[in-house]
Structure formats: structure tokens, C-alpha cells
């Protein structure tokens, strides 16, 4: 497990293959606000891989809820931000089968919500 990755986070394809973009790309998602709950998409776990392969950036990425009303505009703003900070095209995989828990989040985190 790198130094950027917590416990919760699963481990994304350029941990081993581009160890060296998963910090700032870590950084620059984290400017990534859903304006409803208040946390950035890092801290919620919404980022559940990100892969390179032939000068391509592709990122799995879930939401809260599938129906979020603020889901299209997280979703191509993280596309806008990766290929910022990657300097590649990057294509978002919206995993709506995919359903997010709260053991997702940041640890630590759910602990301020006192939800358990």
C-alpha cells in the first residue's frame, strides 16, 4: 500500500503501473466536491480504479446514489481534472451497478457522520 492510499481505498491500476501520477492525481480529485454530503469523491471512495493503457486514462467511478443530481456534473469533472493534472484523454466508467457503502469512505471519517 503506498503512502497515498488509506485502508479503504481499493488499489487503482497505476499504483503499480504509474506509482508516480497516483499522488497528484490523488490531490487534484480531492478539489472534487459532491455539494451535497460536503466531502470531496476521494474521501467518499467514489474513485474505485484508475487504469492507463495506450495513452489512455480510464477511471471506474461511482456515485452515492445512481440518481444523484450533482452525479453528471462529479462525473465530468473528474474526466476534465484527470486529464488535467494526466495530460491524457480520460474516459469515466459510471459503474451504476455498483452500489456504494459506507465502509467505502476515508477512515475516520464515517466516525464524524455518528452513524455507528
Known amino acids: ?16 503501473t504509474h506509482p508516480e501520477l497516483v499522488e497528484p492525481l490523488t490531490e487534484a480529485l480531492r478539489t472534487i466536491v459532491d ?3 460536503g466531502l470531496n469523491i476521494i474521501q467518499l471512495g467514489l474513485v474505485r480504479d484508475v487504469t492507463i493503457e495506450d495513452g489512455n486514462a480510464l477511471i471506474k467511478m461511482i456515485l452515492t446514489t445512481p440518481f444523484c443530481p450533482y452525479g453528471p456534473a462529479m462525473l465530468e469533472t473528474t474526466r476534465q481534472k484527470t486529464e488535467e493534472v494526466l495530460g491524457m484523454p480520460t474516459h469515466i466508467d459510471f459503474r451504476a451497478d455498483e452500489m456504494w457503502d459506507f465502509s467505502y469512505m476515508e477512515e475516520g471519517l464515517i466516525d464524524d457522520w455518528g452513524i455507528y
Open 35 to 37: 455539494p451535497e454530503i
Open 1 to 16: 500500500m503506498t503512502e497515498t492510499q488509506n485502508q479503504n481505498r481499493p488499489e487503482w491500476g497505476i499504483d503499480s
